[in-house]
C-alpha cells in the first residue's frame, strides 16, 4: 500500500473518530471532506476558502482533504469516507463519488455543463462551471492579443460532447490517456494560430506540459485559470473561489434538511494571463488586464 494511501485512510480514520466522539467544537457536527482533482496545492486552497465560509455560517466542522490522481483512486477515497458531506470539483469525481457512497449528500463545484440531466437524476447538487461558451470566451480572449487567421484547435477528451458552435469555430485535436504525448508532439506540424485547452485534458496530462509544448511551437494558448498559473498564456474561467463560497451556503441548507437544491450557475468570472508566456511569444496582455484580468508572475 503506498504511503499517500495510507495517510488518506488515516486522515478518514481519524474525521470518523473525532466525530464519533463528539470532539469538534460544534456538537454532532457533518465531518466533511474535499475530493479534489486539481492537484494538492489547488486542493488546499479550495479547502481553505470553505472552511472559512462554514466557519461564518457558524460550521466549525474541519475539511478533510483527499486529492486522488486517478477515477480508480477517486472510487477507493470516497469508499472510505463515512457520513457526513462530500465536495467534489468534477463531474466526473461527482459520478464516481456517487457510485460509491448512494446516500451521502455530494456538492459538486466545478461540473460540466453536458452532465447537468445526468448528476440531478443521481442527486447530486452544486454548480455547472464548464460550458461551451467559455471554449468560445477563451477564443475572443486569445484573439485581443494575438494575430489569429488559420483554425483554432481544440484540445479534447476524445469522446466529450461539443455543442455546434465550438465545431464551428475550432478544430478538434481529441486527445486519450495513450494519445496525449503524441498530439502535444504535432502541434507546430498541424498549421494553427491558436490552441484552446479543455478542462476534460487536465486528467491525461499537466497542464505545465501543454503549456511547455504550446510554447516551444510558438502558439498561443488559453484554458481555464489553473492552465495559466501553470504557463499559459491565457485563463478564463468561473471565480472557483466564489463557488466554494456558495458551495459552503449549500452545504449549510443541505444539511439543514433541504431537499429542492439544483445546479446553479456562476456569478463571477476570473481573467489571468501568463506574463512569461506573453514575453515568450512577443505578445503584450495589456488589453487582457484592462477587462479586469491579472498577471500571473514570472515563473
Request: positive net charge; glycine residues 6%.
Given at each position: 500500500?503506498?504511503?499517500?494511501?495510507?495517510?488518506?485512510?488515516?486522515?478518514?480514520?481519524?474525521?470518523?473518530?473525532?466525530?464519533?466522539?463528539?470532539?469538534?467544537?460544534?456538537?454532532?457536527?457533518?465531518?466533511?471532506?474535499?475530493?479534489?482533482?486539481?492537484?494538492?496545492?489547488?486542493?488546499?486552497?479550495?479547502?481553505s476558502v470553505l472552511r472559512a465560509a462554514l466557519e461564518s455560517l457558524g460550521y466549525s466542522a474541519p475539511v478533510l482533504i483527499s486529492s486522488p490522481a486517478t477515477p480508480r483512486a477517486m472510487r477507493q477515497a470516497a469508499r472510505g469516507f463515512a457520513g457526513g458531506l462530500l465536495f467534489v470539483d468534477t463531474s466526473e469525481a461527482a459520478l464516481a463519488a456517487r457510485a460509491m457512497q448512494?446516500?451521502?449528500?455530494i456538492i459538486g463545484v466545478e461540473l460540466r455543463d453536458a452532465e447537468a440531466r445526468q448528476l440531478t437524476r443521481r442527486g447530486i447538487a452544486g454548480f455547472t462551471a464548464s460550458t461551451p461558451e467559455l471554449a468560445l470566451k477563451r477564443l475572443d480572449l486569445l484573439r485581443d492579443i494575438a494575430p489569429v487567421r488559420r483554425p483554432v484547435l481544440l484540445l479534447a477528451r476524445g469522446q466529450e460532447p461539443l455543442a455546434r458552435p465550438v465545431q464551428d469555430r475550432?478544430?478538434?485535436?481529441?486527445?486519450?490517456?495513450?494519445?496525449?504525448?503524441?498530439?502535444?508532439a504535432r502541434l507546430s506540424a498541424i498549421g494553427t494560430?491558436?490552441?484552446?485547452?479543455?478542462?476534460?485534458?487536465?486528467?491525461?496530462?499537466?497542464?505545465?506540459?501543454?503549456?511547455?509544448?504550446?510554447?516551444?511551437a510558438g502558439i498561443p494558448s488559453a484554458g481555464d485559470v489553473g492552465y495559466a498559473e501553470a504557463g499559459g498564456l491565457?485563463?478564463?474561467?468561473?471565480?472557483?473561489?466564489?463557488?466554494?463560497?456558495?458551495?459552503?451556503?449549500l452545504a449549510q441548507r443541505m444539511l439543514n434538511g433541504a431537499t429542492d437544491v439544483l445546479l446553479g450557475t456562476p456569478q463571477s468570472y476570473r481573467i489571468v494571463a501568463s506574463l512569461r508566456a506573453a514575453r515568450a511569444l512577443s505578445l503584450d496582455p495589456s488589453p487582457l488586464v484592462s477587462r479586469g484580468g491579472r498577471l500571473a508572475p514570472l515563473r
Open positions: 500500500m503506498s504511503a499517500r494511501c495510507v495517510r488518506r485512510r488515516l486522515l478518514f480514520a481519524f474525521g470518523a473518530w473525532v466525530l464519533a466522539r463528539g470532539g469538534l467544537a460544534q456538537d454532532a457536527a457533518p465531518l466533511l471532506a474535499l475530493l479534489g482533482t486539481s492537484g494538492r496545492q489547488a486542493d488546499e486552497r479550495h479547502a448512494a446516500r451521502t449528500p475550432m478544430r478538434i485535436l481529441a486527445v486519450s490517456k495513450a494519445s496525449t504525448a503524441s498530439a502535444l494560430d491558436g490552441l484552446i485547452v479543455d478542462e476534460t485534458v487536465r486528467r491525461y496530462s499537466t497542464y505545465r506540459a501543454v503549456a511547455e509544448h504550446s510554447l516551444s491565457i485563463g478564463y474561467a468561473p471565480d472557483a473561489d466564489d463557488l466554494y463560497r456558495r458551495a459552503a451556503v
